[in-house]
């Protein structure tokens, strides 16, 4: 492994992921280093960028997650240094970071998205015919953030109201979409190619940071109950969604159903969670690749 150089894996940062991308950079940095990379670990909250050139480092595993280091940020200050990184590239990272921009892509690009509107911080809004233009019930988000955070249902116009509030906390630009019943899927992306599909399965109302992370309780198949057919128009509609944003290397994109049963396209993460139980690890697994091969695979493609 020795062709790789002096490593470094970019962990934890400022954003409000910051606890997982801590997780994510320790699983990541110990499966590289059991394949014989030279890696080390490296916060940007504590250590300024000019380091990684000073203590020598030859490139770069980014696993960042949330603003800072998944939109283009950290991948334009690294492309300024010289170093070589894995992951997308400055445009389809900051694209890809941004629900709304990447809904946009999606529907120009006629691929399939749920019914949403864009709500702008201090914009006028009438609540209850937003409500009822989406259907009754919606999925409220932040434009920008990751891991499900500020993420809230709503059903009643002082549930949307209240949800749009907490989401504008996080940013000036809300998205509010028909809700989806599901079932939800994800679908890792590596070198271009999609892996085996996994559906979730969440007690929760719907997968949010606590089903994600915290309660333990939320189930995953793989193989994900498809026919080949399925499974095989699934991962060419998340290779086309992958590709229609420009992304490089690996990723992840989230699906769910309508109630009519068609795929809806949710969003796409260019910086996904890393750790041992993560989603791409898992996929990973199914397609016959151990922890330590698929971060190898993912170091490799920062060649590119």
């Known amino acids: 492994m020795s062709e790789f150089g002096k490593v470094a894996v970019l962990l934890g940062g ?3 992921e910051r606890e997982v991308s801590l997780r ?41 997650h949330g603003r800072g280091g998944e939109d283009g940020t950290i991948q334009g200050a690294l492309q300024y240094l010289g170093l070589p990184y894995t992951g997308s590239g400055v445009l389809a990272s900051a694209v890809a970071m941004d629900k ?27 609540f209850a015919q937003l409500l009822q233009q989406l259907g009754g019930k919606v999925m409220v988000k932040p434009a ?36 989806l019943t599901g ?28 089903a994600k992370y915290q309660t333990g309780d939320t189930l995953y198949h793989c ?42 396209l949710l969003e796409a993460n260019m910086v996904p969670g890393m750790t041992q139980t993560s989603l791409v690890p898992m996929a990973a697994k199914a397609a016959g690749m151990s922890f330590e091969q698929l971060v190898v695979a993912i170091l490799r493609s920062s060649e590119g």
């Open 14 to 16: 400022d954003s409000a």
């Open 24 to 64: 994510s950079g320790q699983a990541v940095t110990e499966a590289l280093r059991r394949a014989g990379v030279d890696a080390h670990p490296f916060d940007p909250a504590h250590n300024p960028l000019s380091e990684l050139i000073e203590q020598g480092f030859e490139r770069v595993f980014n696993v960042l």
């Open 100 to 126: 709304v921009k990447t809904k946009q892509i999606w529907q120009a690009c006629g691929l399939p998205i749920a019914q949403s509107e864009v709500v702008l911080r201090d914009q006028p809004v009438d």
């Open 144 to 179: 920008q953030e990751g891991s499900s955070i500020g993420v809230c249902p709503a059903e009643t116009v002082a549930e949307l109201a209240d949800a749009v509030a907490q989401a504008h906390t996080f940013d000036r630009e809300v998205l509010v979409e028909s809700w």
């Open 183 to 210: 079932p939800e899927y994800t679908i890792a992306i590596l070198d271009g190619k999609a892996l085996p599909v996994i559906r979730l399965e969440t007690t929760h109302a719907f997968y949010d940071y606590e």
């Open 223 to 264: 193989p994900a109950g498809l026919d080949n057919v399925e499974e095989m128009a699934l991962r060419q509609l998340a290779e086309r969604a992958f590709a229609s944003l420009a992304g490089e290397g690996w990723g992840r994109i989230d699906v769910m159903c309508d109630k009519m049963g068609n795929y809806r």
